[in-house]
């Protein structure tokens, strides 16, 4: 048992924010009223003094890859599903693009849960994979997957062959009940570009990739969402212009929803000067206008909640070129310490930043139950002022370009329901 005094609670589920004493049993919140009750020895309770500190739920993360099955040079389920929940997130959800592919294939997934739940630590939600080994050809078995527990169908950031099969694969993602996922890109747009199309990217030679890349494919996604009637999800929106493409669609009743990564609502393209490879991520940073308009976003709720894209990638990973290196950050380690930041510069109120990685991402995919019943509380210093190094961050991936910075806020501690 422990009593936690004078902490600052950020309940979304009770939408309460107020100072006051609590005490937690295995992660679970427990009446002050009920210890005389069942006369509990005030000497087993443990005693924190949390002037000054937050406490939150466990939160949800939209989007991470944790690297393995197949990629365990750069993460394991373990080093991975450790940093998550040293920083916080016990619910991860994950795209279907791990090397190899086993997200098309239902019988697997169990598989996978189980290894998170029991190397990691982490409950893991497995978006399905759309077409079979994303090929962009032949839909997968979604009927297999929805049996085996996938929440979602998408086919992460593979082309499709053509629209043809983006459509049959949503009336059949529609038929079953699933969400359908997008990381929206045009390829033929796109091509081989890898960071914003912008002043730097141009001065330093870079191939580009143009914010109506992201564009063109949401305007032509959502009239399909339209004549199909099927549920989607747009991930990590990186464009000020598809935020206004999402309102439009919400305000005309289309059955959607859309995430941000974090890093998006503070770093602009003005960090990959100097040929910086840690600033290589996917979609690439935009414009300080395109971030802007993001943040806005989320501050009117156009934009449902707040995801990591956490991206753990060795070292060599971004020992090349630019154009040459991986894709993505490290995320997990930063993540509270820029939601802090959100708070501070007014962006929004602590309990809508809570939201905003807790109730408002568990909603997305129907997940409020599982995510109440799996949970536990957070202990955050929001003022806490510390320097991030490599050698502290948790994740094997040391890959952000944050690394050295100056961070305000961070987890204490974590009081986790017995996740095995």
């Not at 086993?102 to 290894?115: F, T």
Request: hydrophobic residues 40%; proline residues 5%; charged residues 20%.
């Amino acid at each position: 048992m422990i009593k936690i005094e004078n902490v600052r609670v950020l309940n979304p589920l009770t939408d309460t924010d107020q100072v006051q004493t609590v005490y937690l049993d295995q992660g679970r919140l427990v009446d002050g009223h009920d210890l005389n009750k069942h006369r509990i020895d005030q000497s087993q309770i443990t005693q924190i003094d949390g002037k000054g500190h937050w406490l939150m739920p466990t939160m949800l993360d939209l989007c991470a890859r944790l690297r393995e099955p197949g990629q365990q040079q750069h993460g394991t389920l373990k080093s991975e599903g450790l940093a998550a929940r040293k920083n916080g997130i016990l619910h991860i959800v994950t795209p279907p693009d791990s090397k190899p592919i086993v997200q098309d294939n239902g019988a697997l997934l169990a598989g996978l849960r189980e290894k998170a739940l029991k190397d990691g630590g982490i409950y893991l939600h497995i978006i399905g994979a759309q077409t079979q080994g994303l090929n962009g050809q032949q839909p997968a078995n979604m009927a297999g997957l929805r049996k085996g527990g996938c929440i979602a169908v998408s086919n992460a950031n593979a082309a499709f062959a053509n629209d043809d099969v983006v459509i049959r694969t949503m009336e059949y993602a529609a038929g079953l009940g699933l969400k359908v996922v997008f990381y929206a890109e045009e390829p033929e747009i796109a091509k081989d570009g890898c960071v914003h199309e912008g002043f730097i990217a141009s001065r330093q030679g870079l191939p580009m990739i143009p914010p109506i890349a992201e564009t063109v494919a949401i305007s032509k996604y959502l009239h399909m969402i339209e004549a199909t009637g099927v549920e989607a999800h747009f991930g990590l929106l990186s464009c000020g212009e598809s935020v206004q493409l999402i309102a439009n669609a919400k305000a005309k009743g289309l059955p959607v929803t859309a995430d941000v990564a974090m890093h998006q609502l503070h770093l602009t393209d003005a960090i990959i000067d100097g040929f910086n490879s840690l600033a290589h991520v996917r979609p690439p940073l935009r414009s300080e206008q395109d971030r802007q308009a993001l943040r806005e976003g989320v501050r009117s709720g156009v934009i449902d909640a707040i995801c990591t894209h956490h991206e753990p990638l060795s070292s060599s990973a971004k020992m090349a070129p630019f154009a040459e290196t991986e894709s993505g950050f490290s995320a997990f380690d930063s993540f509270v310490s820029l939601g802090v930041q959100l708070v501070d510069e007014g962006l929004l109120t602590p309990l809508q930043w809570v939201q905003s990685v807790t109730t408002n991402a568990a909603q997305v995919f129907n997940l409020n139950e599982t995510w109440r019943k799996q949970s536990g509380w957070v202990l955050v210093n929001p003022n806490q002022s510390w320097v991030m190094e490599a050698s502290s961050m948790y994740s094997q991936g040391k890959n952000t370009p944050l690394i050295n910075q100056h961070l305000k806020g961070k987890v204490v501690d974590c009081f986790i329901v017995n996740v095995i």
